[in-house]
């Protein structure tokens, strides 16, 4: 029997860390192993205890909190684990890397993806600012997964709790480049809303992926992606 202590609860007033709710509906269910999570986790409390507009953390600063090599060690694959779960993180768009470089050699920085840290990076990218001194702020390239979630931003709106649970359940049913394709539709079309951009997928399942003429009107084709019902498309996001 083990001689360390039980938890015995959380206190009623202690140090909190915010996880934005629609990590668990837009990001979670995305994540393939658990150094991505653990990553994301300790990247948030490392950055949410500094203080300042620009929060942001190299993989050492991550790794030297009390309590993340042990969780690493226990549920993931040590320091290698927590860099590959930063980086896939950064793929995931849920955290922001930079490069910085300077005399003393080149270090990579991670931030949380949040409007204050989209800001902080622009501004070091525009050489607005410097993140730590004498060092020059390079963007870090990653090729992205393909995102349902990116192109719902990009071309409907914002995403909630709720939009966030059916564009996961879209992700996991329909292919990638469909997905693609049928915003391209909406977007072309004019007609952007999630409603619509399921009905498409929905009737390329069924009935296979007929794209018309080029001779077809634009109300042909949004007949054809509705199913010929063009009396009423919801404006639903």
């Known amino acids: 029997m083990s001689d360390t202590p039980g938890f015995e ?44 507009d620009a929060r942001f953390a190299t993989a050492e600063q991550v790794w030297a ?6 969780a690493f060690d226990t549920l993931g694959t040590g320091f290698a684990g927590l860099v590959s779960g930063l980086d896939a993180c950064v793929e995931l768009g849920a ?4 490069q910085l470089r300077g005399a003393a050699g080149e270090q990579v920085v991670y931030f949380v993806n949040n409007p204050g840290s989209r800001r902080t990076v622009g501004r070091a990218r525009g050489g607005e600012i410097r993140l730590l001194p004498e060092t020059v702020a390079i963007p870090v ?12 931003e990009e071309n409907v709106g914002t995403i909630t709790p709720l939009m966030g649970e059916r564009l996961v359940t879209a992700a996991e049913t329909y292919p990638a480049e469909w997905i693609h394709d049928a915003f391209q539709v909406a977007v072309e079309l004019n007609v952007r809303n999630w409603r619509y951009i399921e009905r498409i997928l929905q009737r390329w399942t069924a009935e296979g992926r007929n794209e018309g003429t080029e001779d077809d009107t634009l109300e042909d084709r949004k007949r054809r ?3 010929g019902d ?8």
Do not use: K
Not at 95 to 98: F, P, T
Not at 141 to 152: A, D, G, K
Not at 230 to 237: D, E, F, S
């Open 9 to 52: 609860g959380f206190a009623g007033i202690s140090h909190s860390t915010a996880i934005p709710n629609v990590f668990f509906s837009a990001v979670l269910p995305r994540m393939r192993a658990a150094d991505e999570l653990l990553a994301f986790l300790w990247l948030a409390r490392c950055v949410q205890e500094q203080r300042g």
């Open 65 to 70: 909190q009390e309590g993340a090599p042990d």
């Open 95 to 98: 955290a922001l890397a930079m």
């Open 141 to 152: 390239m990653v090729e992205t997964r393909p995102s349902i979630f990116r192109l719902y």
């Open 225 to 227: 992606y509705l199913g």
């Open 230 to 237: 063009l009396g009423h498309i919801v404006r639903y996001r």
